[in-house]
């Protein structure tokens, strides 16, 4: 595959581990805990492919919402994996980020963050940004209210303000756009997700609920994104280049 087909930044909207836990007669849980072995086949076919940055929608902001036994599963088996797995992204040579609202994640949870940060931090084959208590809208706000009290304090100039610099004061900032955002479980929405960084992001939805999720789904998607013409606003001329 020529490097010119591979997205640089694929994003995933993991959706449908309750819906493949309830078709199986099993908790939810245990479709988080499918869900969690889908991402480490999701990484290790971005590794494969040559994928730069791979954002994974783990845990929204929306789904402090739901009940507490639920959202107490889902931050154990997140502590679990940050405590256990983390190595081996340490092994692959991947970096681990985060963006969201991490201050409402008790304190254990937040040092396990904090060490799967320090301890990949110079990894440079693939970047893993988990978005975990992450909604777009929350990040926005909190960048226009960063820039709010800039102008009252007379460092800015409101009237003068660009894209380019509230996109410098988003969580997501140090990376790249994403060039292709997947999700799963036939849904066609973003749900609050990267909404001003998708302004021009290829959109994939696949009839696949999230555990099911393997190597040859995420072949099929690269290699659909490959035969794509991004524009990026513009019109092609009539020999058909841009």
Known sequence: MAPAA?????AVI?????RWAKARGKPVVMGHRAGAEAVRRCVKAALSTGI?????YAFSSENWKRNTGEVADLTSL???YLRHKVAELHEQNVRLEFIGDLTRFDDGLRAEIDRART??????????ILALSYGARQDMVMAARRLAEAAMRGEI?????????????????AFPDPDLIVRTSGEQRLSNFLLWESAYTELAFVDVLWP???????????ADYAGRERRFGKRPDPDGAL
């Open 52 to 56: 730069r940055f791979l954002t994974l």
């Open 119 to 128: 301890l990949t931090a110079r990894n440079g084959r693939m970047t893993l």
């Open 14 to 18: 993991m959706d449908g581990n309750g």
């Open 212 to 222: 099911d999720f393997d190597e040859s789904h995420f072949a099929a998607l690269i």
């Open 157 to 173: 100039d409101p009237a003068r303000m660009t894209e380019e610099e509230f996109g410098d004061l988003l969580q997501t900032s």
């Open 78 to 80: 997140l502590r679990f």
């Open 6 to 10: 591979v997205p640089r930044h694929v």
